[in-house]
């Protein structure tokens, strides 16, 4: 079954442009830059690259358009998603009773762990950022 409407939710309503046309223009341009080296005998890998590139941006672009075209979507705030990131500045186990209620709320149940890889790394990687 197709949806014919899509509600997106978010910590803030969210209108962003398309990305994909001019990713195809780009790499159809290198693809037609690498053609004159279909001189050099032996398979043309660099051309069959941006081939595989363009048919893929290509697809990619028409499933947008048509997502874009054939559903209604709006855009909402999501309270939860804005407490979320409130709970980046709670400390260790508050952090976790909070995000584990929003988990509840917006039936994600590997929210809490997903939340912790991703502060964990994000975490790591500033301590370790050499501008210190």
């Known amino acids: 079954m197709k949806a014919a409407?899509?509600?997106?939710?978010?910590?803030?309503?969210?209108?962003?442009p398309p990305i994909t046309r001019p990713l195809v223009s780009?790499?159809?341009?290198?693809?037609?830059?690498?053609?004159?080296?279909?001189?050099?005998?032996g398979p043309n890998v660099l051309l069959f690259y941006f081939m595989f590139r363009v048919g893929g941006h290509w697809l990619s672009m028409r499933g947008a358009m048509q997502g874009r075209s054939r559903?209604?979507?709006?855009?909402?705030?999501?309270?939860?998603?804005?407490d979320v990131r409130a709970a980046l500045s709670l400390d260790g186990?508050?952090?976790?009773?909070?995000?584990?209620?929003?988990?509840?709320?917006?039936?994600?149940?590997?929210?809490?762990a997903f939340f912790e890889r991703v502060t964990l790394k994000h975490t790591t990687h500033d301590s370790t950022s050499p501008n210190d």
Do not use: C, F, G, Y
């Open 26 to 41: 780009i790499v159809a341009q290198n693809m037609i830059v690498s053609w004159p080296l279909t001189v050099i005998p």
């Open 71 to 82: 559903v209604t979507w709006t855009s909402q705030a999501s309270d939860a998603l804005v």
């Open 93 to 112: 186990t508050q952090r976790q009773e909070r995000i584990s209620q929003i988990a509840e709320t917006l039936h994600l149940s590997k929210l809490p």
């Open 5 to 16: 409407s899509v509600t997106l939710s978010s910590p803030m309503p969210i209108n962003t």
